[in-house]
């Protein structure tokens, strides 16, 4: 039995029974089935479908949206801006699938040859909690417009959301079963990969977790994306806009109670310019409101589990015990729910907890460099390579960003993700791109096509 409790009140709302072998297996060959059938749907019947389900979720944007914050404690402002977002992702492989996958004419000794691109088969997508309806979309807009169909492994812990996904496509006429839900309990997940019906794994989430997945993928000889943890640095120099940086930045880190794989988590701050930014850094922190995420002027909701908070505040504690300074928050609050205030650490050095591991949370930690060199150096010593960004003048900030190791760089904005550009990481934030052009080839086949010798 999967059990959800409200993280702003501490109390189960709702139980939802795990599927067995036996629904596994159903909804297994439910989606071979369809495949054989949305296989041979040409783009403009695709696009239909996506378009209908996009416009279904705005038009019910008001009920969809709650289930986010009661779930996984979204505020309200932030669920509704992800409705839309999952929205768009929708319409937008809807209008460009077809020349994304349009046919590469290669020169060859044939008097044609070329390579198109073709559907796999059912993809399994094994998802996070953190953002349900947009993280759906970005691993199914893409792979049903390719011609594949979808089950979908929502996590445990948002099964209303899993379900009202699910049932979007039931609701506008979809064709039966294209894109299912499969509520299953964690160790269940090796089954479903490993079923033969299943022919590529998308998997959002640890880089702990996504070891296991892709090692089940490759035993089982299936393509892979994964999208994985970061520790994502955002450098501030000397030259840069501060209050721009110092606005980006607090967004950034403190967007769903900073439970974001792309947040700022380590903010590096050229040595000039350390105390102004911190200052101004603290301004904007402070002006934050953290509470029910049920009510539109909340900035910043719980935190989704009881264990992801007590781990960071084991990462806070650990870090002013090494030495940096706490300037707000860091004490675990009393009262019912999962929260935790928003907290500024500065004078972290690069050894210590917060920057050496992923902090899940509405913590800003914020590190000295000396120079530009040095602040490079410091954004890339981790094991993570998910995204990054800088502030610094246009010309010097591309400049710079070929040095940065991640699989994304923004230079003076904000890092997001947006579904016309890719997006992923390299070193232990994971391989494989989502999102854009790249994306839709992630479960296609790559197919050579040879006709006729050239005649003389």
Known sequence: ??????????????????????????????????????????????????????????????????LMTEEMGKPKKEALGEVTKAAWCADHYAAHAESYLANDELASDASHSYVRYLPLGPVLGVLPWNAPFWLAFRFCAPALMAGNTCVMKHDPHVPACAEAIAELFDQVGAPANIMQNLPL???????????????????????????KVASMAAAAIKPAVLELGGSDPVIVLADANLDEAADAITTSRIINAGQ???????????????????????????????GDPAREDTDVGPIARDDLRQNLHRQVTETIEQGARCVIGGEMPDGAGYYYPV?????????????????????????????????????NDTEYGLAASIWTTAERGEMLSLQMEAGQVVVNGLVKTDPRLPSGGIKRSGYGRELGPHGIHA?????????????D
């Not at 590190?367 to 410091?378: F, P, S, V």
């Open 1 to 66: 039995m999967l059990q959800v409790i409200n993280p702003a009140t501490g109390k189960l709302v709702r139980e939802v029974a795990a599927a067995t072998a036996d629904d596994i297996d159903r909804v297994m060959e439910r989606s071979e089935t369809a495949y054989r059938a949305w296989r041979h749907t040409t783009f403009n019947e695709r696009a239909k479908v996506l378009r209908d389900v996009a416009q279904y979720m705005r038009d019910h944007i008001e009920t969809l949206a709650p």
């Open 443 to 455: 479960f296609v086949n790559a197919q050579q096509v040879w006709i006729g010798p050239k005649q």
């Open 343 to 379: 907290t500024l650490l500065a004078d972290v050095e690069p050894h210590m907890t917060a920057a050496c591991e992923e902090t899940f949370g509405p913590v800003a930690v914020v590190l000295k460099a000396e120079n530009a060199d040095q602040a490079l150096t410091i954004a």
């Open 185 to 211: 309990a964690t160790p269940d997940v090796a089954q479903a990969i490993a079923d033969k019906r299943i022919r590529g794994v998308s998997f959002t989430g640890s880089d702990r977790a996504g070891a």
């Open 260 to 290: 974001s794989c792309i947040a700022a988590k380590r903010i590096i701050v050229e040595a000039p310019v350390y105390d102004d930014f911190l200052a101004r850094l603290e301004q904007r922190l402070r002006k934050l409101t953290l």
